[in-house]
T-cell receptor, first 117, second 112 residues
Framework: SAVISQKPSRDICQRGTSLTIQCQVD?????MFWYRQQPGQSLTLIATANQGSEATYESGFVIDKFPISRPNLTFSTLTVSNMSPEDSSIYLC??????????????FGPGTRLTVL | AQSVTQPDIHITVSEGASLELRCNYS??????LFWYVQSPGQGLQLLLK??????LVQGIKGFEAEFKRSQSSFNLRKPSVHWSDAAEYFC??????????FGTGTRLQVFP
């Protein structure tokens, strides 16, 4: 298993500013993911962040808006840039303990609740 | 493209009653299927998963799910619901693209 912590747990930000969300895992993992959960909605994958390679972004998400760092096997950051009220969501970090999503459980962090005014 | 449908947005049951949450998927091959639960203010916790073999899988907290290929379904069941089961439930499928695709979720409300 893996225990994941996220910082901050919540924040209220002004439009036009940026927020960096941190994700810390208690063990080394290869696969790390960032999701967005808009109010009352399901989870949407933003990007996959594997250590040693550039993050892979899903359709509709771009690096300029959501830059991601993955400096080592236990840590990642997601930045929400130039925020607008439409960015108000819960952002979740998750990890897969193996090398395949299909075969391995994903563990989720508690999420970061972002409100943009 | 792979997709997951959870037809019930909101379900209300009485404590002690049985529960079934529906999940239908669209995928060409045999999918890898998951049920997650999200309690208020919490992250997601895996309840159970199906990869292959026995189509009835047991999970944590007394939950079980049955994979029915003919119906493209993976419904979640519990024989007797507890008040602490009130939460949001997500069905998910993992395709060979190494991504989890989530359904829209079902919010469960439990009345005493």
């Amino acid at each position: 298993s893996a225990v994941i912590s996220q910082k901050p747990s919540r924040d209220i930000c002004q439009r036009g500013t940026s927020l960096t969300i941190q994700c810390q895992v208690d063990s080394q993992v290869t696969m790390m993911f960032w999701y967005r959960q808009q109010p009352g909605q399901s989870l949407t994958l933003i990007a996959t962040a594997n250590q040693g390679s550039e993050a892979t972004y899903e359709s509709g998400f771009v690096i300029d808006k959501f830059p991601i760092s993955r400096p080592n096997l236990t840590f990642s950051t997601l930045t929400v840039s130039n925020m607008s009220p439409e960015d108000s969501s819960i952002y979740l970090c998750s990890v897969a303990t193996g090398t395949s999503v299909s075969y391995n459980e994903q563990f989720f962090g508690p999420g970061t609740r972002l409100t943009v005014l | 493209a792979q997709s997951v449908t959870q037809p019930d947005i909101h379900i209300t049951v009485s404590e002690g009653a049985s529960l079934e949450l529906r999940c239908n998927y669209s995928y060409g091959a045999t999918p890898y299927l998951f049920w997650y639960v999200q309690s208020p203010g919490q992250g997601l916790q895996l309840l159970l998963k199906y990869f292959s073999g026995d189509t009835l899988v047991q999970g944590i907290k007394g939950f079980e799910a049955e994979f029915k290929r003919s119906q493209s379904s993976f419904n979640l069941r519990k024989p007797s619901v507890h008040w602490s089961d009130a939460a949001e439930y997500f069905c998910a499928v993992a395709a060979n693209t190494d991504k989890l695709i989530f359904g829209t979720g079902t919010r469960l409300q439990v009345f005493p």
